[in-house]
């Protein structure tokens, strides 16, 4: 059974940092295009950061320069390093796996519509 479990959200103060973490079962996340998404109240789901099978990686605008996604393919872990943290990444964090590598990048820009698998969520909330 395929099952993707999140983990580390929190709640910190502005300029803080986060590690979420993804822990896959049932399929092997380095044949996958795996992804960090994140919704806030009100808003629509938009796609954070992901990493292909091949390793290479590709970020939102917003989180640039502040987030790293990076996996552990021994552990089958996914992980987001998060700093610099400010109050409007307040959102629930979910991680996401695609098994389609052609469609993943068109899917990540859709906000990880389409994606096979998906965690519960973890919430982070930072404060000003």
């Known amino acids: 059974q395929v099952q993707l479990v999140e983990s580390g959200g929190g709640s910190v103060q502005a300029a803080g940092s986060l590690r979420l973490s993804c822990a896959a079962y049932?399929?092997?996340?380095?044949?996958?295009?795996m992804g960090w998404f994140r919704q806030a109240p009100g808003k629509e789901r938009e796609g954070v950061a992901r990493v292909m099978g091949d390793g290479s990686t590709f970020y939102a605008e917003s989180v640039k320069g502040r987030f790293t996604i990076s996996r552990d393919n021994a552990k089958n872990i996914l992980y987001l390093e998060m700093n610099s943290l400010k109050p409007e990444d307040t959102a629930m964090y979910y991680c996401?796996?695609?098994?389609?590598?052609?469609?993943?990048?068109?899917?990540?820009?859709?906000?990880?519509?389409?994606?096979?698998?998906w965690g519960r969520g973890t919430q982070v909330t930072v404060s000003s």
């Open positions: 049932g399929y092997d996340i380095s044949r996958y295009c």
């Open positions: 996401a796996a695609e098994s389609n590598l052609r469609q993943c990048v068109q899917m990540f820009v859709l906000g990880g519509r389409g994606f096979n698998y």
